[in-house]
């Protein structure tokens, strides 16, 4: 079995982007079955069908979020209170941190929001939302959750109180020892006193899955194809997305020959 990139190289998030995409590419298309981390499907074209996929009436987890968040964000807060940071872990369009930091009242203490993303095209919606509805100090990091974090905690907030937010049911994308792996190293980046909002979805049955990850207008489908074709665009590749049709299995999506679970 070949090793993985990551595990070769040490300190792999230092190198250059392209280059860690391609090693991944190289590595988890020789897997067995043959597979893609999910963090790839967010270049600006799969951030925009993404943000699409929220609005389909079938993909119902974002607006039952909204509405818990809408519901409850100002007791999570009161909570945790005196909060000194934010952090979004995967902010996509930064709806949902716009509505959290609504709920913090009338001359709410100062607040730094970090938000941490692979896709620069999520990390300026984000950024652009928050700054027009709230007075709070916004800093981007793009890269992974693991890396963002961790340059979160390098800048120094240390001794502050901070919330953590993985919402949109992020950690579905994970199998469970990568799921337990990425949460364990969450912990270990939060201190006493901070708080991790996970938004996870619910069991559910097999036609709502079909709808919601294989909708019948096929957004869902050219969201994950355009993996394909990113792999065209940024490293040459030769793939004939035409080729591929979306299927759900096992409730996790799968390509006939390229598919993918984990982060
Ligand atoms: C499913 S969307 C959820 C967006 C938003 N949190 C919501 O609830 O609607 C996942 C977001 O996380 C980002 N993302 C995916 N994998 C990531 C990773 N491994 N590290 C950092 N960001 C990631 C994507 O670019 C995207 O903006």
Request: some cysteine; overall charge negative; glycine content about 10%.
């Amino acid at each position: 079995m070949s090793r993985h990139p990551d595990a070769s190289t040490p300190g792999t998030e230092a190198t250059p982007a392209a280059a860690q995409f391609a090693a991944h590419v190289q590595y988890y298309l020789t897997q067995s079955p043959r597979q893609l981390p999910s963090r790839y499907l967010y270049d600006s074209l799969g951030s925009a069908l993404f943000e699409a996929i929220c609005r389909l009436p079938w993909y119902r987890i974002t607006r039952a979020e909204e509405r818990l968040l809408v519901r409850h964000a100002a007791a999570v807060l009161r909570q945790l209170a005196p909060l000194s940071s934010v952090v979004e872990l995967g902010s996509g369009s930064g709806e949902k941190l716009r509505i959290i930091l609504g709920q913090r009242g009338p001359d709410p203490d100062p607040l730094k929001v970090h938000v941490v993303d692979v896709s620069a095209s999520a990390l300026e919606a984000t950024s652009r939302a928050i700054r027009a509805a709230e007075a709070v100090r916004v800093e981007t990091h793009l890269g992974s959750y693991e890396a963002g974090l961790r340059s979160v905690r390098e800048s120094g907030q240390g001794a502050e109180r901070t919330l953590v937010l993985f919402l949109g049911s992020n950690i579905g994308n994970y199998d469970r020892p990568g799921a337990s792996a990425l949460v364990h190293g969450l912990r270990g980046q939060l201190g006493a006193g901070d708080g991790l909002l996970l938004g996870t979805d619910l069991v559910k049955s097999e036609r709502e899955l079909l709808l919601a990850y294989d909708d019948p207008l096929g957004v869902t489908a050219a969201f994950n194809l355009n993996l394909l074709e990113r792999i065209n665009r940024e490293l040459g590749g030769d793939f004939d997305p035409s080729d591929y049709r979306e299927e759900l299995r096992d409730a996790r999506f799968e390509l006939p020959g390229a598919t993918g679970p984990s982060s």
